[in-house]
């Protein structure tokens, strides 16, 4: 069996005397894509940004690629290239246009040339439609805009794995959709992926796994037919009911 | 066509403007009737307001203020560079840079503390006392010294405040990126809190234009300076009001932009 591409072993953590994760065991193959259902502070965004050491664990393993990235005093700097994230907040860098906020990091860190860069970044915003928008600074798009230059501003450092939290839960209804097609458009590309989301009909037609979780364990997981149609714990026919009504 | 709506307000308007003007009318009156009543009015106009020293030494005083406008312009780089670097050593946070956080605070609370005039006099006198060379020891040196040093410990803690107030997340999402410490502050934080602070640098630079006065106390002939020149050789206190008209001249647009500036901000956010 091939190594998988992100693997937790036990993994805790606690803000303070709030315990937020009590021992997650979960593996992501190569080409995969997860989703983490579950209700707001189940743990969902928490246990994202310990997938990319934002957040240090307490315990635990998290294996990128059969490096245990969680190990305390790891320099973290050259797996954050492998492994990209995009909030729900955008957090795009105001002061810079579209085009300047995905180039900065690909500048600074790969060093890539410039010429080569431009072509590649310019591709980026052709395929997830901005062409027209590199020019831009951030308060002069919509938020579905935004949204996708966070995405295009990730993909620039050519990531293996990438991160979603909950990137659609910050936009109007109808501007949910061309975020969401970005998304598809990637997992075409079988980039790994592992998102937390409420899009519950995003994720049962698009996610190979779903995780249902639940303060602060995964409290079920299996395939997207077996989680909606039949799950087999109680939470989770209780929260799907309540959120499918 | 008006709607009943705009009509009352139309009225209310009016009604306001009226009474506005009705009470500065009064106002004004009052002052021009009773300040001319005052016992001592014809020798305080003669001293303060007589037209033809106010003529006489314009010309003058107007030269003298370029000197404060160089004194000025010289110090405001190195109060800004020195300001940036205090602000960045007092956010340092490994702990080999330690010694570095404890002279930046030492640093701001030593300088905001001292009233400018005194360190004026303490850094203005007493350096060129250690028996320095020309052209060394000159007070255009050390005066500059002394406001740089207070200056920059006010603009220091400006731009810490601002660089405070950058949220998180955009700290996280450079890091994310892979940036480095020293690139998130460069490109992402320092950037954002710099424009972020421009209203609260320019009240700075207000009270900086009128504090360089005070290094008349230790020789530079600046306005300040030439007006007491003036006021001695004409036993007359109107060389004063000059200066305080052209510093006015100067101040109140400073300041009237600065607001503006500051209004801009606090819309842009809401």
């Given at each position: 069996m091939p190594e998988p591409r992100l693997a937790l072993r036990g993994v805790t953590k606690s803000f303070g005397d709030t315990a937020v994760l009590h021992g997650i065991d979960l593996s992501v193959g190569l080409g995969e894509m997860v989703c983490l259902i579950g209700a707001s502070g189940s743990g969902k965004s928490t246990l994202l940004r310990c997938m990319n050491g934002l957040e240090p664990v307490d315990n635990g393993e998290v294996r990128l690629d059969g490096v245990d990235?969680?190990?305390?005093?790891?320099?973290l700097g050259p797996i954050r290239q492998r492994i990209g994230i995009v909030f729900q907040s955008f957090n795009l860098f105001p002061h810079m246009t579209a085009f300047d906020n995905v180039c900065l990091a690909p500048r600074r860190v790969?060093?890539?040339d410039e010429t080569a860069l431009r072509t590649g970044v310019q591709a980026l915003f052709e395929r997830f439609g901005l062409g027209g928008h590199m020019?831009?600074?951030?308060?002069?798009?919509s938020g579905g805009q935004q949204q996708r230059v966070a995405v295009i501003r990730a993909l620039a450092m050519r990531p293996q794995t990438m991160l979603f939290d909950e990137i659609t839960s910050a936009l109007d209804p109808e501007l949910v959709g061309e975020v969401l097609d970005v998304l598809r458009s990637l997992r075409d590309d079988g980039m790994t992926m592992v998102l937390a989301t409420h899009e519950m009909g995003f994720a049962r037609e698009l996610a190979d796994r779903i995780c249902f979780m639940d303060k602060g364990v995964i409290a079920e997981e299996g395939p997207p037919e077996t989680i909606f149609?039949?799950?087999?714990n109680a939470r989770t026919k209780q929260f799907l009911a309540s959120i499918l009504r | 066509m008006t709607t009943r709506r705009a009509a009352y307000e139309a009225r209310q308007r009016r009604r306001a403007n009226l009474l506005a003007g009705g009470s500065t009318a009064v106002v004004l009156a009052l002052l021009l009737l009773l300040v001319p009543r005052a016992p001592g009015w014809q020798a305080v106009r003669a001293s303060f307001f007589n037209g033809e020293v106010f003529a006489r030494t314009f010309p003058d005083l107007l030269s003298a203020f370029l000197v404060n406008i160089a004194i000025f312009a010289w110090s405001v780089p190195f109060i800004a560079a020195l300001g940036l670097a205090i602000a960045l050593a007092r956010g340092a946070r490994a702990p080999v840079l330690f010694p570095l956080r404890v002279f930046g605070a030492i640093y701001v609370d030593l300088f905001r503390g001292i009233p400018v005039v005194l360190l004026v006099y303490l850094v203005g006198f007493g350096i060129p006392g250690l028996g320095l060379p020309r052209p060394w020891n000159s007070p255009y040196i050390w005066g500059t010294v002394a406001l740089v040093l207070t200056y920059s410990a006010y603009v220091a803690e400006v731009l810490r405040s601002g660089i405070e107030s950058i949220h998180a997340s955009q700290r996280n999402a450079a890091i994310c990126l892979g940036l480095s410490e020293r690139d998130t502050m460069r490109y992402v934080i320092l950037p954002q809190a710099i424009r972020r602070v421009v209203p609260a640098n320019m009240n700075m630079l207000v009270a900086l234009q009128k504090d360089v006065a005070l290094l008349s106390f230790i020789g530079p002939v600046e306005i300040l300076r030439q007006a007491g020149i003036f006021k001695s050789l004409l036993a007359n206190f109107t060389p004063y009001v000059v200066a305080a008209v052209i510093f006015l001249c100067v101040t109140v647009p400073a300041t009237r932009y600065a607001d503006y500036l500051m209004n801009r901000d606090r819309n842009a956010r809401t």
């Open positions: 990235i969680a190990e305390p005093g790891f320099d790969l060093r890539t020019g831009k600074y951030p308060d002069q798009l149609t039949a799950p087999g | -």
